[in-house]
Structures are given as C-alpha cells and as structure tokens.
T-cell receptor
Framework: DAGVTQSPTHLIKTRGQQVTLRCSPKSGHDTVSWYQQALGQGPQFIFQYYEEEERQRGNFPDRFSGHQFPNYSSELNVNALLLGDSALYLC????????????FGSGTRLTVV | AQSVTQLGSHVSVSEGALVLLRCNYSSSVPPYLFWYVQYPNQGLQLLLKYTSAATLVKGINGFEAEFKKSETSFHLTKPSAHMSDAAEYFCAVSVGFGNEKLTFGTGTRLTIIP
C-alpha cells in the first residue's frame, strides 16, 4: 500500500518564478495538509484541504495557494518565489473523520536561487 | 493558541542508555499530542499519539510517552537506545475536534554514541 507520494523530490527555481508541487494522499485518505519545513526548524502549517476546498490556513501570504482534486490529490502553488521560500515542503494526509495523526510524505526540497 | 517547546535542540546518549526527550505544551483546551521522527532526507513518521485516553502512550520502536497535565508535559522515553534511533524528533500539538492543524516544536536531534 503506497503511502503519501510527493513530486518532484527536488526542485531548483529562480527568484520570481512560480512553482507547483504535487501530492497523492495515502489510499483511503480524503484530507490533505501542506507544511513548510525550513532548514533546522519544525514544520509550519500552510493549509488544509478536504472536499476540494481550503478549510484552514496558516500564517502564509497569498502567494501560497492550493487545490484539491476529486481524487483527493492536491497541489501547492507558490508565486513570485523568494529566497526565503527555500524549504522542504511536506504533504500529509488522513481520513477526515478518522483517528488523529497524519501520514506524511517524504517531501519536496525546493531551492530558490 | 497552542504551542510546543522542546527542551534541548541536541541530545546525545550512549547506545543502551535511557533516551529522554522533553516536550512541554501550552493550550487553553485539552490537547492532542504527538511525537514524530524524521530521518535524514525523509518525511515525518508518527511514533505515538495521545488523544485523551490512557496517559501513558506506547508507540513504535520501543518508545513511550506520558501525558502529565499538571506539568503540561509529554516527554518521550525509550529504555535502551539503539544506533538506529539517531534522528530528529518533533513534538506536536493539535486542539479541538475537527481542528487538525499540527503545531510543531523546533525539534531535538538525537545522537547515539557507540
């Protein structure tokens, strides 16, 4: 049983560009959250999606946006990239009405130069 | 708002010794608490979780944690460290039914000395 799958694993972008990161949740999961983990820090909550809508949002600017598709997969988009956006982006999934505790993917390492 | 404080950004223990990683939380409502482990270049793996049932929670790989409301603590322990336990450990809190946002601590890097 595949867990949470994220693509790509690594990405290098130039400041000012736009990037899209993708996530396929664990089979049977319908809720997806995204986290940003800067080097040496704990993950920071970006937003959560279920039923194809953003349900909660952390303290991130509007440059960060997302989408959830009918098959529960999700995308994270970041516009006008800044050097400070360099981080590991983690996708996590769960069953909305299931037990607490997310399953995390291995992440996408984004480097902005 | 909830928060988590992990005391000690780096902890070193000898192989076979007790592992103790400290976590204190702040929450205005009963919290749900988690410990995650992160190996290099990997995502987070759930070790254990407290969800208001038993205060002593047993997890994977021989780890356990005890919820102490009076001390607002949720420390992670393992009786005997193995080399394979070397990793980054994160404590996290969420509050409220349906509010699944996880707030993480800054992490503790565990080093095992042969």
């Amino acid at each position: 049983d595949a867990g949470v799958t994220q693509s790509p694993t690594h990405l290098i972008k130039t400041r000012g560009q736009q990037v899209t990161l993708r996530c396929s949740p664990k089979s049977g999961h319908d809720t997806v959250s995204w986290y940003q983990q800067a080097l040496g820090q704990g993950p920071q909550f970006i937003f959560q999606y279920y039923e194809e809508e953003e349900r909660q949002r952390g303290n991130f600017p509007d440059r960060f946006s997302g989408h959830q598709f009918p098959n529960y997969s999700s995308e994270l988009n970041v516009n006008a990239l800044l050097l400070g956006d360099s981080a590991l982006y983690l996708c996590a999934s769960k069953i909305r009405k299931g037990e607490r505790g997310y399953t995390f993917g291995s992440g996408t390492r984004l480097t902005v130069v | 708002a909830q928060s988590v404080t992990q005391l000690g950004s780096h902890v070193s223990v000898s192989e076979g010794a007790l592992v103790l990683l400290r976590c204190n939380y702040s929450s205005s409502v009963p919290p749900y608490l988690f410990w995650y482990v992160q190996y290099p270049n990997q995502g987070l793996q759930l070790l254990l979780k407290y969800t208001s049932a038993a205060t002593l929670v047993k997890g994977i790989n021989g780890f356990e944690a005890e919820f102490k409301k009076s001390e607002t603590s949720f420390h992670l322990t393992k009786p005997s460290a193995h080399m394979s336990d070397a990793a980054e450990y994160f404590c996290a809190v969420s509050v409220g039914f349906g509010n699944e946002k996880l707030t993480f601590g800054t992490g503790t890097r565990l080093t095992i000395i042969p």
